[in-house]
Every structure is written in structure tokens, then in C-alpha cells.
């Protein structure tokens, strides 16, 4: 995947991440991601492929909408060097990759990103960073389209 990054501090909650007065729209999630922590964040996100955020990221509560936000924002990955595990188990039951990394690019970086070997490559400095791949099981379930279309598979 090849795209822009959004760059996001560090120990980002599930409640900036969609904001509560917003979770009732389960179809426009998207508008309204990071808006707990500017409102210019979702138009910035919607034109981004990538978010990169700092330690702790989707911390707080366990909704979620958070996951189905960035998702419906065109976010296709995110890098952050630890997630909250809830955080982390919903993005994989609901397909949205995730990659441990400790990623220093600058925010509108266009990265080359590769989720199966978890290589990523800031295209302009050349820089690049090594987080470990998805576990098998997570990335099956990924790739499957999340856990529910992952059992159906798996068992009919």
C-alpha cells in the first residue's frame, strides 16, 4: 500500500477517536474521526491511507465505532509502536490492520507500506522501519474481511 499518513500523538482514546455524541450514526463514523481532538482532523484523515500515532493508541473505552471510524475514514492501516489490546482485538475482528512500529515520519509522509511483511518506507527520506508481521491467525481473520466473515469460512 502506498499513501499518505496522518501523525497522531501518543495515548489517543477511544473517546477522541469518535466521540460519544457521534456513535448513534453507525453509517457516518468516518465524518467525525479524531474530532474529539480537532476538528480539522476528519477532513485531514479522509485524505490519508495511514495513520501513525505515538505509544497506547485506541486506549479508554472499548467501542467499536472507534475501529469502524478510521475504516470508514479510508484509513487502511495503523502504525503506532503499542496499542490497548481491546483496541488492538477489535481492529483485527474487524479487519483494519495494525503494525507495531515506532514509525518518525513527518505528517503528510507518503509511506509504502507492506502489512504481511511489516516493512515500512517513508518514499521521500527513504527511511524505513521493520514492525513484526500479524500473527497468523490475526492476519487469516484480516484477510478474510474480519472475524465474522472469518468463522463463516471456517466452519460454513
Same mark, same amino acid.
Given at each position: *500500500?502506498?499513501?499518505?499518513?496522518?501523525?497522531? !500523538? +501518543?495515548?489517543?482514546?477511544?473517546?477522541?477517536?469518535? +466521540?460519544?455524541?457521534? *456513535?448513534?450514526?453507525?453509517?457516518? &463514523?468516518?465524518?467525525?474521526? @479524531?474530532?474529539?481532538?480537532?476538528?480539522? &482532523? +476528519?477532513?485531514?484523515?479522509?485524505?490519508?491511507?495511514?495513520?501513525?500515532?505515538?505509544?497506547?493508541? !485506541?486506549?479508554? $473505552? $472499548?467501542?467499536?465505532?472507534? /475501529? *469502524?471510524?478510521?475504516?470508514?475514514?479510508?484509513?487502511?492501516? /495503523?502504525? =503506532? +509502536?503499542?496499542?490497548?489490546?481491546? @483496541?488492538?482485538?477489535?481492529?483485527?475482528?474487524?479487519?483494519?490492520? &495494525?503494525?507495531?512500529? #515506532?514509525?518518525?515520519?513527518? #505528517?503528510? =509522509?507518503? &509511506?509504502?507500506? #507492506?502489512?504481511?511483511?511489516?516493512?515500512?518506507? #517513508?518514499?521521500? $527520506?527513504?527511511? $524505513?522501519?521493520?514492525?513484526?508481521?500479524?500473527?497468523?491467525?490475526?492476519?487469516?481473520?484480516?484477510?478474510?474481511?474480519?472475524?465474522?466473515?472469518?468463522?463463516?469460512?471456517?466452519?460454513?
Amino acid at each position: *500500500m502506498r499513501g499518505k499518513a496522518l501523525r497522531l !500523538g +501518543p495515548d489517543l482514546n477511544t473517546d477522541v477517536i469518535i +466521540p460519544a455524541r457521534f *456513535m448513534q450514526d453507525w453509517d457516518h &463514523l468516518g465524518e467525525h474521526v @479524531f474530532e474529539g481532538e480537532d476538528p480539522a &482532523l +476528519p477532513k485531514r484523515a479522509a485524505a490519508c491511507k495511514f495513520v501513525v500515532a505515538g505509544k497506547n493508541f !485506541g486506549c479508554g $473505552s $472499548s467501542r467499536e465505532q472507534a /475501529v *469502524m471510524a478510521i475504516k470508514q475514514a479510508g484509513i487502511e492501516c /495503523v502504525i =503506532a +509502536p503499542t496499542f490497548a489490546r481491546i @483496541f488492538y482485538r477489535n481492529a483485527i475482528n474487524l479487519a483494519l490492520p &495494525l503494525l507495531e512500529a #515506532d514509525v518518525d515520519c513527518a #505528517d503528510d =509522509a507518503v &509511506l509504502e507500506v #507492506d502489512v504481511a511483511s511489516g516493512r515500512i518506507v #517513508d518514499v521521500a $527520506s527513504g527511511r $524505513s522501519w521493520q514492525a513484526p508481521p500479524l500473527p497468523a491467525e490475526a492476519k487469516a481473520i484480516v484477510d478474510d474481511g474480519g472475524l465474522i466473515e472469518h468463522l463463516k469460512k471456517k466452519f460454513g
